[in-house]
């Protein structure tokens, strides 16, 4: 499935490196979204960006930083993470105010390990 | 008390068996309400949305309860294939949609 794509798949950088998360969604959705999935924990919310706007970001350290140039891509830039920030983060996109509102559809994640 | 609360798991069951899931959530103002599947180490994908109506899919029915704000997943003749774990997942409206997840119930089918 081609969707939504995101890479790198799988990244592994030191907690001094600056790295960045792409994703781009092809399903003409208007709403984008970053999560983190850590070990046995639910998926959390990090950011949300609505028509390009970010609407939400859910108290996440300013060493993640999203950008959002358009609807159809999102980029997360990482610098100075902690071995904590290991975990995989996925990008979704959605619909707002369409037929299928609340539905959201994940990119296949990046695996981030932070050495 | 978690804002979306799932059977801990894991529940093994044999091909053929019925199996069901329960999930309860603690915002009386979610609006939307889906389970979602996750093969290990792969993305969450949708398998449906649940509608106060209850509503089913093939061998999969989904029912909510908004009084007691329950929501049920309901798999019959379960295959291999359905091993995974399945996620709860409530939704917040109003320009966005703010997804809130459960910690998922982890599902394996034995022959």
């Known amino acids: 499935e081609t969707g939504v794509t995101q890479t790198p798949r799988h990244l592994v950088m030191g907690m001094t490196n600056k790295k960045s998360l792409k994703c781009e969604q092809h399903?003409?959705?208007?709403?984008m979204y970053w999560y983190k999935q850590s070990a046995k924990k639910p998926l959390e919310l990090m950011f949300v960006?609505?028509?390009?706007?970010?609407?939400e970001n859910n108290s996440v350290p300013s060493r993640f930083s999203p950008e959002c140039p358009n609807s159809s891509h999102l980029f997360l830039h990482l610098h100075t993470l902690q071995p904590e920030d290991s975990a995989l983060y996925l990008c979704?996109?959605?619909?707002?105010?369409?037929?299928?509102?609340?539905?959201?559809?994940f990119g296949p994640g990046t695996r981030l390990t932070v050495t | 008390r978690k804002e979306v609360e799932q059977d801990p798991g894991p529940f093994n069951v044999p091909e053929g068996a019925t199996v069901a899931f329960n999930c309860t959530y603690s915002?009386?103002?979610?609006?939307?309400f889906f389970w979602y599947r996750q093969d290990c180490r792969k993305e969450p994908k949708l398998l449906m949305s649940?509608?106060?109506s209850g509503n089913e899919d093939g061998r999969f029915t989904a029912q909510l309860n908004r009084a007691s704000q329950y929501i049920s997943l309901l798999i019959r003749d379960s295959k291999l294939s359905d091993s995974a774990t399945y996620l709860c997942?409530?939704?917040?409206?109003?320009?966005?949609?703010?997804?809130?997840f459960g910690a998922g119930t982890r599902l394996a089918v034995h022959p």
């Open positions: 979704a996109s959605s619909q707002v105010n369409g037929p299928s509102d609340n539905e959201q559809y």
């Open positions: 399903l003409g959705h208007n709403a």
């Open positions: 960006y609505n028509f390009k706007e970010q609407t």
């Open positions: 915002n009386s103002a979610s609006q939307s």
């Open positions: 649940v509608y106060s």
């Open positions: 997942v409530v939704s917040f409206s109003g320009g966005y949609n703010k997804l809130i």
